[in-house]
């Protein structure tokens, strides 16, 4: 059974550019999470997705978009990059919507320069 | 909203002794579900131990027992038989349901566990 991944693992963006982040959920697994978790600090619910949609989000704004796809992966989307948005973020798949557990994936470090 | 408390940001113990992190939190939920996960420097978050608010007894999962005290509102872990191998980040984390039935996590801000020999 293949875990959750994501990639790239490291990226270096300028202020102002835009950056897609992208994150494969594991096997038989139709919700994916995004989190963000800055420099010393727990990390941040940014938006569910369950088949293909976004069933839940958190205090981010509308510049932080995501899609999901029929095979369930996930992108995150960020545009017009700020300094502050350098992070490490996290995805995290389930089996379902409600199911308690979530799996991560080791992240992608994104730093904007 | 609800809210989880770590006050610990470092934490050292001896290898082979036993270490309590600290964990507080805030919801008005009669239902809820706490976590504690391990995140080593690769990133990766590991799940350790999940405790129901309705779960009579506190959960153990080998080495890792979970102290629950729900009328305090903390949700203490307990790593037993320290091992190198445990040095890590230890978080926190709440289950919050959303209408539409799905569900976050919130974290807390984690504490940096070394373990010495």
């Known amino acids: 059974e293949t875990g959750v991944t994501q990639s790239p693992t490291h990226l270096i963006k300028t202020r102002g550019q835009q950056v897609t982040l992208r994150c494969s959920s594991q096997s038989g697994h139709n919700t994916v999470s995004w989190y963000q978790q800055a420099l010393g600090q727990g990390p941040q619910f940014i938006f569910q997705?369950?088949?293909?949609?976004?069933?839940g989000r958190g205090n981010f704004p509308p510049r932080f978009s995501g899609l999901q796809f029929p095979n369930y992966s996930s992108e995150l989307n960020v545009n017009a990059l700020e300094l502050d948005d350098s992070a490490l973020y996290l995805c995290a798949s389930s089996q379902t919507s409600g199911s308690r557990e979530q799996y991560f994936g080791p992240g992608t470090r994104l730093t904007v320069t | 909203a609800q809210k989880i408390t770590q006050t610990q940001p470092g934490m050292f113990v001896q290898e082979k002794e036993a270490v309590t992190l600290d964990c507080t939190y805030d919801?008005?939920?009669?239902?809820?579900?706490l976590f504690w996960y391990k995140q080593p420097s690769s990133g990766e978050m590991i799940f350790l131990i999940y405790q129901g608010s309705y779960d009579e007894q506190n959960a153990t999962e080998g080495r890792y027992s979970l102290n629950f005290q729900k009328a305090r509102k903390s949700a203490n872990l307990v790593i037993s038989a320290s091992q190198l191998g445990d040095s890590a980040m230890y978080f926190c984390?709440?289950?919050?349901?959303?209408?539409?039935?799905?569900?976050?996590?919130?974290f807390g801000t984690g504490t940096q566990l070394k373990v010495e020999l």
């Open positions: 919801t008005s939920d009669q239902s809820y579900g």
């Open positions: 997705y369950y088949r293909e949609e976004e069933n």
């Open positions: 984390a709440m289950r919050e349901i959303f209408t539409g039935g799905g569900n976050k996590l919130t």
